[in-house]
């Protein structure tokens, strides 16, 4: 069964760091590419940053480039997003899903999510 | 990154057929079957619904279908029925500088 679950959420002032994990299980991890995806509070999902197989390829969404880091750990089966200069805007769910082909940022399968507060 | 643009809401009754629209443009939807669809219940994570256009995954019922027409997708709902009530959101590649972009939801609320 595969399985994604998330850590590191939290409460943090703006302009601090936090970063997140997402510890995967039940599939081959080094195979899949993977996706961070978020939602603010009461609002739409929003894809945050992806990331190939081999980590060869990375992507960001605008809102976040220069801000965020997208990493993973395939001997550990971990995904990480490394969130620093973080703003009110980023407060969110975060989810960490499985991207089901190269080159496309869907997902077929999602974690619960952490839920992340920017506040003073 | 412009969000594709979705109705924010849609109703049927039990048994009815709806459709959601997602209008993007000519460098997302248009240009890529590279669209996808998830179903949202309150509190819970996305689930995966439509993938590349029209393919269902295994576990989704064939009442669920996609579809695409020039810069415009497509989710239909046959047959609807209570548990169908949740949020709806389209996402699709849009070129490698920006690869993702998501619709802003729709809320289907079965009458």
């Known amino acids: 069964e595969v399985q994604l679950v998330e850590s590191g959420g939290g409460l943090v002032k703006p302009g601090g760091s936090l970063r997140l994990s997402c510890a995967a299980s039940?599939?081959?991890?080094?195979?899949?590419?993977m996706n961070w995806v978020r939602q603010a509070p009461g609002k739409g999902l929003e894809w945050v940053s992806s990331i190939s197989s081999s980590s060869s390829y990375i992507y960001y969404a605008d809102s976040v480039k220069g801000r965020f880091t997208i990493s993973r750990d395939n001997a550990k089966n971990s995904l990480y997003l490394q969130m620093n200069s973080l703003r009110a805007e980023d407060t969110a769910v975060y989810y960490c899903?499985?991207?089901?082909?190269?080159?496309?940022?869907?997902?077929?399968?999602w974690g619960q999510g952490t839920l992340v507060t920017v506040s003073s | 990154q412009s969000a594709l643009t979705q109705p924010a809401s849609v109703s049927g009754s039990p048994g009815q057929s709806i459709t959601i629209s997602c209008t993007g443009t000519s460098s997302d939807v248009g240009s890529y079957n590279l669209v996808s669809w998830y179903q949202q219940h309150p509190g819970k994570a996305p689930k995966l619904m439509i993938y590349?256009?029209?393919k269902r995954p295994s576990g989704v019922s064939n009442r669920f279908s996609g579809s695409k027409s020039g810069n415009t997708a497509s989710l239909t709902i046959s047959g609807l029925q209570a548990e169908d009530e949740a949020d709806y959101y389209c996402?699709?590649?849009?070129?490698?500088?920006?690869?993702?972009?998501f619709g802003g939801g729709t809320k289907l609320t079965v009458l």
């Open positions: 899903a499985r991207g089901y082909d190269y080159g496309d940022p869907g997902s077929d399968y």
């Open positions: 039940g599939f081959t991890f080094s195979s899949y590419s």
């Open positions: 590349e256009v029209s």
């Open positions: 996402c699709s590649y849009a070129g490698s500088s920006t690869f993702g972009v």
